[in-house]
C-alpha cells in the first residue's frame, strides 16, 4: 500500500509541473474568425493565435487599459492614430523643424520608457528591449548592425523626425544614410561628435 501511495503522490507532482489543459468555450461569430485567419494563413493555428495574443498582451500592458480609447503604458497615454493624420501635421511642421521636434518627442518617449521597464534608453546593451518596445508600438521594425540602426517599414517617413527621436531616445548623434525607407542611420563615435564642436 506505501507503495501505490508513494506512486501516487509522484504522479500528482508530475501533474502539477506539467501544463495545465485549459477549454475556451467560444461564441460561434468568434470561433468562425479564428477559423478565416487559419484558413486565409494569416495564423497558424489555434494555440500559436493565443500565445501571439498574450505575447502582445505582456509586451503592450494591455492591463494597463482603462475603457475603450484610454490606455497607458506606463505614464504615457497611448493611442491608436492613422498615419495620414501624422503626415498631415508633419507637413504644417517647418522643415528646418524636423530635427528638433523629433529630438524633443524621443526624450519624451525616453521619460516614459525609462520609467516604465526600468533601465536607461542610453545603456546601449538594453537597445534590444527598447527596439522591441517601439515596434509593438508600430513605430517600424528596428535593427542594429555594428554602428548603423535600420528602420523598415516605419510610421514617420521622414528621417529627420526620426533621427531626432532616436538621438533623444537613446543619447546618441546620427548620420542619415538614405531618404527613403528603409531607413539606415550611423551613429557617429564620441570623437567625431568631440571634433565637431
Request: aromatic share 10%.
Amino acid at each position: 500500500m506505501q507503495e501505490n501511495d508513494k506512486k501516487i503522490e509522484e504522479m500528482l507532482k508530475k501533474n502539477k509541473e506539467s501544463a495545465k489543459r485549459t477549454t475556451i468555450i467560444l461564441e460561434k461569430e468568434e470561433r468562425e474568425f479564428i477559423d478565416s485567419l487559419i484558413r486565409e494563413g494569416k495564423e497558424p493555428g489555434i494555440k500559436p493565435l493565443i500565445s501571439k495574443m498574450l505575447d502582445v498582451y505582456r509586451s503592450m500592458m494591455i492591463y494597463d487599459w482603462r475603457f475603450p480609447g484610454e490606455y497607458y503604458c506606463g505614464i504615457s497615454r497611448i493611442a491608436f492614430i492613422n498615419v495620414e493624420l501624422i503626415n498631415i501635421l508633419i507637413q504644417h511642421i517647418p522643415e528646418e523643424k524636423w530635427r528638433e521636434i523629433g529630438g524633443k518627442m524621443g526624450e519624451a518617449a525616453k521619460v516614459s520608457m525609462e520609467a516604465t521597464l526600468g533601465f536607461q534608453t542610453a545603456n546601449r546593451e538594453k537597445w534590444s528591449e527598447v527596439f522591441k518596445r517601439l515596434r509593438v508600438q508600430g513605430f517600424g521594425d528596428f535593427y542594429l548592425r555594428d554602428k548603423y540602426i535600420l528602420i523598415k517599414t516605419p510610421f514617420i517617413n521622414e528621417p529627420e523626425i526620426l533621427a531626432g527621436f532616436l538621438e533623444g531616445l537613446l543619447g546618441i548623434e546620427l548620420d542619415i544614410k538614405t531618404s527613403t525607407a528603409p531607413f539606415v542611420f550611423e551613429t557617429k563615435e564620441k570623437a567625431d561628435s568631440a571634433a565637431s564642436e
